[in-house]
T-cell receptor, first 115, second 115 residues
């Protein structure tokens, strides 16, 4: 049962434009959300996170938005750069309960930024 | 900061061999380490969670006698794939976390190929 879903397996964006990656979740216990970036043959690299007490978190070119009522979050990258081309994983966890801290991952979205 | 080193990056060996993979947190103390497995075009699947000094907690369907985990110190966890067979061929990734409300940081993964 996929509790975290990334419905777009790929996204192609022109350099300088905004990239928007989407993620949906089903478990209402999730209260901490993260985005990771992964290059081939490397482990995921942590990008940005957001707690459920917020609806927005910004770090440089990266902004994550959380809509708890819709159980939806998105990662905005602006402006997009060719070096941003990678697979982006959305992850969620519950900070309370029996699955404390365990991360549930989506299947990833391959972002390609072209010049 | 928050560097996790995983070694080796690639292993090719014969069926029946046992393979040990190391995961080290280089600049922080990891109270919890996680072991994941990733199949092509799939999300990261959690295999087990290990806390320093205690037995690992395995996910449903993961054989603990097959995948031995030792978390001997706050900076080192090892995964041993015992008597590996071709179906164990996969990409194995570890992650480490200092506290429950901190993001997991990942190693670069180990590509295991069993002939």
């Amino acid at each position: 049962d996929q509790q975290v879903k990334q419905n777009s397996p790929s996204l192609s964006v022109q350099e300088g434009r905004i990239s928007i990656l989407n993620c949906d979740y089903t478990n209402s216990m999730f209260d901490y959300f993260l985005w990771y970036k992964k290059y081939p043959a490397e482990g995921p690299t942590f990008l940005i996170s957001i707690s459920s007490i917020k609806d927005k978190n910004e770090d440089g070119r990266f902004t994550v938005f959380l809509n708890k009522s819709a159980k939806h979050l998105s990662l905005h990258i602006v402006p997009s750069q060719p070096g941003d081309s990678a697979v982006y994983f959305c992850a969620a966890s519950a900070q309370r309960g029996s699955t404390l801290g365990r991360l549930y991952f989506g299947r990833g979205t391959q972002l390609t930024v072209w010049p | 900061g928050a560097v996790v080193s995983q070694h080796p990056s690639r292993v090719i060996c014969k069926s029946g061999t046992s393979v040990k993979i190391e995961c080290r947190s280089l600049d922080f103390q990891a109270t919890t380490m996680f072991w994941y497995r990733q199949f092509p075009k799939q999300s990261l699947m959690l295999m087990a969670t290990s806390n320093e000094g205690s037995k690992a907690t395995y996910e449903q369907g993961v054989e603990k006698d097959k995948f031995l985990i030792n978390h001997a110190s706050l900076t080192l966890s090892t995964l041993t794939v015992t008597s590996a067979h071709p179906e164990d061929s996969s990409f194995y990734i570890c992650s480490a976390r200092s506290k429950n409300n901190q993001p997991q940081h990942f190693g670069d993964g180990t590509r295991l190929s069993i002939l």
